[in-house]
């Protein structure tokens, strides 16, 4: 029903900025909430950011000052901008989405992960 695609990551060195794109598709009535996890090896799962449908937009405080979440409605893509990059924020990144489908239901969506190294 709904396909998310994240892409925009790589490897940077220690300072540096990527930018993570997660584009949705399908058939999507509306995005409600949009969120950025990572997890890195032998760690959980963390949430990132948060950008609800209405309200405050929520950082980790690990990215706080670094990390901006953001969305365009018109293409149902989220981003994620990083910058000043450290060593700790090697993960995979995912995205997580709320979505109203089509036939009207609500559910949740996870992209399948991009890969951030951040290495000298």
């Known amino acids: 029903q709904v396909q998310l695609v994240e892409s925009g990551g790589g490897l940077v060195q220690p300072g540096g900025s990527l930018r993570l794109s997660c584009a949705a598709s399908?058939?999507?009535?509306?995005?409600?909430?949009v969120d950025w996890y990572r997890q890195a090896p032998g760690k959980e799962r963390e949430l990132v950011a948060r950008m609800p449908s209405a309200g405050s937009t929520n950082y980790a405080d690990s990215v706080k000052g670094r990390f901006t979440i953001s969305r365009d409605n018109t293409k149902n893509t989220l981003y994620l901008q990083m910058n000043s990059l450290k060593p700790e924020d090697t993960a995979v990144y995912y995205c997580n989405v709320g979505v109203r489908t089509s036939d009207g239901y609500f559910s949740n969506y996870w992209g399948r992960g991009t890969q951030v190294t951040v290495s000298s």
């Open positions: 399908g058939s999507i009535l509306s995005i409600n909430y």
